[in-house]
């Protein structure tokens, strides 16, 4: 058993999770860190990861389930390649953040927390994302966009889909 | 990237370095950085609260408690280990001041740590950051990063002797994670949901040791007390309200950004001068001053300082300094709707008037808003507000029904029409859902 | 701590500094509302029902989590608190489903209750409420989600309390949801403590779901049948076509020696008790040799004949006589002076599970050196040597993890197994199957002895402390027994408690259900006072034990075997064939493997459709009261009564009855039940008075009171339904003596209880369940 530790994930973030549950007081403190980059590689918190998880930090899976379903970042299905959050709390509502996400469901054809069909895209609506003064704002994945207009949310997507990830705005 | 703004009444303390390169460690260096925590490790804890104390600073992270006297409850002799923790969760809606201050000054936040575990004698501080920052966090921890081969952080800090650690991290997805015991439960790998206080942090806080948590923003002010002396600072702001604070203006105004005013500041003067005014020349409606949980404000109300004593006098609060402006053409009820929504969604479930309180809020604002409402629901809306008022387990259901009594209150007449179908909008309209978060 | 004064509603109480309001207030009889809050759990505060008006407090504050302080003054029922309390519920009822007429807890809810007293009638909302369908999480419990109402003492007591932590809440705010650790089952120790706690109907039992409003039942406080440890339980009965039908087991007058606990066998395998296949006439072995149900009469006189002819052909050691686990006290002592005073043998005794002679042998004459299990729930140590509690002795084990939690008390774990309790021990070591008695050499002081990981802190720390209790297992007998309890006497104020495994082991071994030792452990060849007192004559020979009995059956030696309650066919492998040729009778509940061969079966009330005591193995002394009802059959007591009648015995020899002043305390059912009162009838046909009946166990109970000294306890305690504790001290034991090691520990689990467990579906359910799930996590 101690020769070889059997993990899910690669080997960059099986030895990045080995370091940061040295970094606390207490090994399950790293596991909401844990269950961000768990998702970020695998795209959503699979039943795999659950067991890992709960196996790296001495817990049970229940213990891992009742806090992953507790945070609203963290899925347990897969979404798309580029998550849209488009961000209708009140700052951005004021500044046409609805607009936006009719003009993303519109483009994109899906509905709340719905993925296309092609798997690229979802789309989300969210609570306040930090960017009120630059309102309406979006993210996509953890890319920050604010100050949108329709027409600049279209070259967002445009840009996503030709696969040139941020570039414009 | 967000757009950094200025005007000629701003008074630079905190946001001095915004624009400038500082989240480069030299260019920090450069800019007095650093110099404020060597000063503190040559004097000693009791300068520093003291300094502290004078400064006048109030937190930032809403609630306004004195910065100095919050240090100075942490016990001195106790043989459990202490820690700082700066709370970067900043989620309340109309809020994004934090989110400028990592990008552009992550070193002062972690000076002000350092400054704040030499206070408290803390050897170990944590910068917890909301999880949709990631590329703030990334920021935060190169500059961690770069402090610690300089020697600023990790063992033996600005050769003095004294170790010092500082962790980053995220969290993933909770506004409920922002009130300071739910952050820690968070940071130690778990729901969200907030301690039965007393005791607080500052005696049995992480990890069951003494804890300081403190709003990143008010961390950030910390080493330019040191730079330009407490007394210095606190004369900058009003009485009992020290030094400036970040504004962040929002909503229907002609120039919105983040402004850093003197603390006392006039709420008038800052919409209509600082942020140039109402958009487009339309009419001002309401204002919600310092974040979606502060209760509105009616355009005759705004006549205002901001600061945390004269915005309680004026029946509301100062607290994330997020002043959302509305102009005539919010529907009051759809407003009311989104912030109720947004902290229905948010609640931690924990405790009934809050789990129940919200739904139910939502439920009846969101039939009004539909068009279903009836004239009982009004008196509804209020009656559960009100019994929720006070009787949560932790703030956030204040939080949701302190706006929701101010909209219902002073905008009962808007609410009235769509009970009685005079909204000028039709249902059809209201057919889609609000909100179709969840 | 010191005591500290405050004022609630006008009055001044007093209390010790730290009481919590809530329980200070509940001391006083100011009765505070409280979902949330339950006692010996961790605090929530999420209910928001104990609010409270204090002064010089700018908000309502919760009395679950308010310490009381020196001055403090509080109201508890001002309207300002009454309306908090009010919108709460309104806010609960609003998605509630309201279905109190058919909800199992109807009657029985705190939510209920609440709105009773509070108010809140007016629905304030027109939504339709959120309807989901109910999850069978376990073959046991039901969760019916829209009436849940997220007081957490269900995660609490399944956690803290249970040590199991099968559940857990998922989602947040009002999706927020009680969730099991299998997804959608529950892979737990299905103690059904969280249905116990629950204030609503949210969590629900198999058993007992849609059968009955609580109101229907007639609820009686007895103790349960199963282990040794010997719970208080409340059985919920009901009038059924054939008696009263068990409906219902639970925990409701929680002050018994197991406070809040039940485990499973308790809670739900009583249903063995209304299996269909119950014996409920006499059947009699046939000249085809099939056996055939035959009225009482013959098969009485058919056995008492059978008996009579072998005792006078052969005499009395002809004849053996095997116990009872489960019977009563009285039923056991009256079986002994059955077998001695009319069929004139010692050859008598019962399966033992624990080593109770050479224990009571090594506490003669040291007074309050018994633990009781109450014990464990407030001694500052405790030391478990052997035995696993949590499979073995459920309610133990509870009582030790709330004493570990409550009183931060210090466990100490020597064991050859790998055990739950390990969790909560401040120090455990791993002993050899065999090195029980090297460790307590060791721990004596004796080096050499053992050598092990961990032991000499083990030591050093146990040697420390000033009070201590010990549980040791089976794995301890004879003169381990005795080092055991030297080893313990040098320390100071320590108790032991010795861990067998019926429910009245126990009493049987007290009761002398044992080959040389009369009932409170005098050996038959001594001076004694039974003879004296009976006016019988008491054979001095020392008889054959159960192993000896059953070879001796088989070589013929005994001619006949009378078995009661017992299954030692199954129990010790004996081949039917070795039976051939033995005049069986046998008295159960069950045709069990045993009873197949017998030439008699007579068939018997279990100890839920009877009244006696019955001792635990810690030496607590019960009363067990009779609930259920079985028309057909007949209390073991009664049978042996009887059967002694038939074969000519003096009837009010056997049972000294009208001494005192008392009737038959509900042993039969009488004539309401429609039923002849056949007691009545056979007291008159016999020319006695049939107010005074010779089935009255409290008759022989007197006789037990006046000859064994370790039973002679205030007994108004016990009437009331408390426990006593035996005086174990006082047992009169020859303590020179070895006798043969006839120990064989039962082995049963928490899904398991002998031979009886077999007989309960919802145990056989569990336990397939179980093995399913064993099976499918060794395939992953
Ligand atoms: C529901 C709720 C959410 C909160 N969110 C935040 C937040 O996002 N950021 C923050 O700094 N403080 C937040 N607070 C306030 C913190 O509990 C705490 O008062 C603050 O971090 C203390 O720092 P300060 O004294 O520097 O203001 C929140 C409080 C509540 C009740
Ligand atoms: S008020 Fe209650 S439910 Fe709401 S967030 Fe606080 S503890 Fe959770
Ligand atoms: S009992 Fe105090 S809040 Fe529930």
Known sequence: MAT??????????????????????????????????SQDEVGYIS??????????????????????????????????????????????????????????????????????????????????????????????????????????????????????????? | MPKLVSHPDEVRIISRRFGTGAENIDKYV????????????????????????????????????????????????????????????????????????????????????????????????????????????????????????????????????????????????????????????????????????????????????????????TIASVPHIFLMGGEAYAKVGSERNGGTRLFGISGHVEKPGVYELPMGYNLKKAIYEVAGGVLGGKKLKAVVPGGSSTPVLTADELDVGLDFDQMGKAGTMLGSGGIVVLDETVSMVEFALRTISFYQHESCGWCIPCREGTDWLKKTIGRVYAGGGVEKDLDNIKYLAENMMGRTFCPLGDAAAMPTIGFIKKFRHEFEEYVRGNAGVSPAEHDAALVSLG | MADVTFTVDGKKLTAPAGTLLIDACRTAGIEIPAFCYYPGLSLQAACRMCVVRIEKMPKLQTACTTPVAEGMVVQTETEEVKQSRKAVLELLLGNHPLDCPVCDAGGECELQDMTFKYGAGESKYIETKQHREEQKWSPVVYFDRPRCILCYRCVRVCGEGMDVWALGVQNRGVTSVIAPNGGDHLGCEECGMCIDICPVGALTSDTYRYKTRPWEMNHVGTVCTHCGDGCKTTLGVKRSNDGMEIVRGDNRDKSGINNDFLCIKGRYAFD????????????????????????????????????????????????????????????????QKFARGVLGTNNIDHHRTADYAAFAAALKGKANREASLRDFISAPAMLLLGNDPTEQHPALAWQIRSNVRQNRARLYVANHREIKLRRQAKAAVELPQDGYASFISYLAGNDGAFTGNDANDFREALRKEESLVIAFGSEFRGRDIQALVEFGLSMPNVKFACLGDYSNS????????????????????????????????WPKQPGLDLVQMLDAAGSGEIGALYVVGANPVARYGVDPSALKNTFLVVQDMFLTETAVLADVVFPAANAYEKAGTITNTYGDLQLVKKAADKAGVRSDFELIVRLADKMGADPKKLVPFGKGVRADF??????????????????????????????????????????????????????????????SELVQIDTTGSRRDLVLPANDGLYTSGTLGRYSDKLAEVLASKTTEIAETAAD
């Open chain 2, 30 to 217: 450069e800019l007095d950085g650093y110099k404020a925590a060597q000063l503190c490790i040559e004097k000693g804890p009791e300068f520093i609260i003291n300094e502290m104390k004078a400064s006048g600073l109030r937190g930032r992270g809403g609630a306004g408690f004195p910065t100095g006297l919050k240090w100075s409850f942490v016990p001195k002799n106790v043989d459990r280990p202490k820690y700082v923790l700066v709370n970067g969760d900043e989620s309340e809606p109309g809020t994004c001041k934090d989110h400028l201050i990592f990008l552009h000054d992550p070193h002062a936040i972690i000076e002000g740590t350092i400054i704040a575990g030499l206070a408290i004698g803390a050897k170990m501080g944590f910068i917890y950051l909301r999880g949709e920052y990631r590329y703030l966090l990334k920021i935060m921890e190169k500059a961690v990063a770069d402090a610690y081969a300089k020697g600023y952080l990790g063992k033996n800090i600005f050769g003095s002797g004294i170790d010092f650690e500082v962790v980053t991290q995220t969290g993933a997805g909770a506004y409920e994670v922002g009130e300071e015991s739910a952050l820690m439960e968070s940071l130690e790998g778990k729901r969200g949901v907030p301690r039965i206080k007393p005791p607080f942090p500052a005696v049995v806080g992480l990890y069951g040791g003494p804890t300081v948590i403190n709003n990143a923003e």
């Open chain 1, 4 to 37: 070889e530790k059997r993990t899910i994930f690669s080997p960059e973030l099986a030895a990045r999770f080995d370091r940061l549950v040295t970094l606390y007081p207490v090994k399950r403190s790293a596991l909401v860190p844990m269950l961000l980059y």
């Open chain 3, 666 to 727: 509900g042993q039969s059912r009488g004539a309401q039940s429609g039923e002849a009162d056949r007691h009545a009838v056979w007291l008159s046909a016999n020319h006695l008075e049939p107010k005074l009946s010779p089935f009255d166990p409290f008759a022989i109970f007197d006789e037990i009171q006046r000859l064994v000294p370790s039973y002679n306890v205030p007994r108004l305690n016990l009437l009331a339904g408390n426990d006593e504790h035996v005086k």
């Open chain 3, 272 to 335: 063995f008790a209304n299996r269909t296949d119950r014996l409920t006439t006499p059947l009699v072995r046939q000249a085809d040799g099939k056996l055939a149900p035959v009225s009482w009469e013959e098969a009485l006189t058919f056995a008492a004949n059978k008996l009579n002819e072998v005792r006078s052909n052969r005499g009395g050691n002809a004849i053996g006589v095997i116990g009872s686990n489960r019977t009563t006290n009285e039923e056991n002592y009256l079986l």
């Open chain 3, 506 to 537: 126990r009493g049987a071994a007290d009761m002398g259900l044992l080959p040389d030792l009369l009932p409170g452990y005098v050996p038959v060849a001594s001076e004694h006072k039974f003879a004296e007192e009976t006016g019988i004559e």
């Open chain 1, 47 to 169: 039943p795999e990861v659950i067991v890992e998880l709960a196996d790296r930090l001495d817990i049970r899976t229940n213990d891992v389930e009742s806090v992953l379903s507790y945070y609203s970042m963290l899925r347990t299905k897969p979404v798309g390649k580029y998550n849209v959050q488009v961000c209708t709390n009140i700052s951005c509502m004021l500044r046409n953040g609805y607009g936006i996400l009719e003009h993303c469901k519109k483009r994109l054809g899906i509905g709340h927390k719905e993925v296309t069909p092609d798997g690229l895209f979802s789309l989300e609506e969210v609570e306040c994302i930090g960017a009120c003064c630059w309102a309406p704002a979006v993210q996509v994945n953890y890319d920050f966009y604010d100050d949108l207009t329709v027409e600049k949310m279209d070259q967002v997507l445009d840009d996503y889909q030709a696969g040139r990830g941020k570039v414009t705005v």
